[in-house]
Every structure is written in C-alpha cells, then in structure tokens.
C-alpha cells in the first residue's frame, strides 16, 4: 500500500533555531501534501496544502512566514518551522494522496514530535 | 467552526462485544467521510470510508454508516479487540481526493480483556 514517510521523528531544538521536516511519498507520486498540527488531545489542524511546482496554501491563521512549505518534486514536500518559540513545540503530520487513485484516502506520516525549548 | 464533532471524547468496551463510535457533521457539501485510527507519536492510518451516495459500507470487523438526513455518522467494530484500543477519529472532505480533510476531535477507544 501507500506508503508515507516523515523525517525526523522526534527534534528538539532550542529557541530562535530553524528546523526541517521532510515528508516523502515512497511508492507513489503526490501533487498535494497535506501539513497537519495537533496539539495535546485535541484534533488535527490543517495547517496548509503544498501544491508541486506553486506555492502552499495556507489556512486562516497560520503564518506563512513562520512555516515555509517547500514541495519541490512529485514524492517530497517540506516543512520549515523558522525562529521557533516554545510555543510551536507540536506534533506535526505531513499527508499525500495518490496521483493516479481517485477517491483515495489520505496517507499519513507516521508525524515528527517539535519540542522547542 | 467546528464542522466534523466527536462529542465523546472516550468509550471503554469489554473485549468481543460491538464498539459504536459517532461522528456529527455540519457542512451539508461534504460527500466523502473517512474514519482514521490513530496510535500515541504515530500518524493517523486509515481505516474505512464511504462516499454519501452509499448509507453503509462494510470491511471485515469495520462498518461505517451514514445517515445523510441527520448528517451523522458512525463506525462499528464488531467483536472488538484489545489492539483496537486507539484515538479514532472522523474526517470528511468536499469533492475529490485532492481535497482537504476536516478532522473530527478524536474519541479514545478502550477495548478492555
């Protein structure tokens, strides 16, 4: 099946660093991805759509300048989280579908635990 | 605007008996709903779905219903298993599957031995 693949899983990193998160399709190619936020028992909150080859869409309320979304090729999108606070410390999930399934459900990434200190 | 409510955010059912998840929704043009299955420091994985043309859809111990009148959904596991202790939750998108999810709170389901 579709697989999804996330780099890193965990990161901690201090205030005022910048860190990447990679989300990768390994067996299918994906025009969209998906960047997912959840934070302690509550849902996850679409942060914004990478597209391939244009820029992300973002969602009312999330800074396109604070999370840079990079989808550069069919099989990987990036996350940025530039000059992070405490405050972004989340769990992140990156999500694609297949190029050439209709319908198909969303894949997940298995998600990268941010902790900023 | 929250448009996707799990109103229960827990459920504690004895193993082998039938476990009844519910979903609400409000945006009359979603036409897709899905349900995920979601382990601690994972990614949610997918579990079953339904388009709103159908008002039931079955996959082994999983059956998702959907009444379209009373925009609600639910998801059936039957028998239930200890390994189905998890965070379920529900998602419904508008249109295709470029489409963007909308995801319900979640609700923590406790299959007990």
């Known amino acids: 099946g579709a697989v999804v693949s996330q780099h890193p899983s965990r990161v901690i990193c201090k205030s005022g660093t910048s860190v990447k998160i990679e989300c990768r399709s390994l067996d299918f190619q994906a025009t969209t991805m998906f960047w997912y936020r959840q934070f302690p028992k509550k849902s996850l909150m679409l942060m914004a759509t990478s597209n391939e080859g244009s820029k992300a869409t973002y969602e009312q309320g999330v800074e396109k300048d604070k999370f840079l979304i990079n989808h550069a090729s069919l099989t990987l999108s990036t996350l940025t989280v530039t000059s992070a606070h405490p405050e972004d410390s989340s769990f992140y999930i990156c999500?694609?579908?297949?190029?050439?399934?209709?319908?198909?459900?969303?894949?997940f990434g298995n998600g990268t635990r941010l902790t900023v200190t | 605007d929250q448009q996707v409510k799990q109103n229960s955010p827990s459920l504690s059912v004895q193993e082998g008996r039938i476990s009844i998840l519910n979903c609400d929704y409000t945006n009359s043009m979603f036409d897709y709903f899905l349900w995920y299955k979601k382990y601690p420091a994972e990614g949610p994985t997918f579990l079953i779905s339904?388009?709103?043309?159908?008002d039931k859809n079955e996959d082994g111990r999983f059956t998702v219903f959907l009444n379209k009148s009373a925009k609600h959904l639910s998801l059936h596991i039957v028998p239930s298993q200890p390994g189905d202790s998890a965070v379920y939750f529900c998602?419904?998108?508008?249109?295709?599957?470029?489409?963007?999810?909308?995801f319900g709170e979640g609700t923590q389901l406790t299959v007990n031995p």
């Open positions: 998602a419904a998108r508008v249109g295709t599957s470029g489409s963007r999810l909308t």
């Open positions: 999500s694609a579908h297949s190029l050439n399934s209709y319908n198909s459900p969303l894949h």
């Open positions: 339904i388009s709103s043309i159908k």
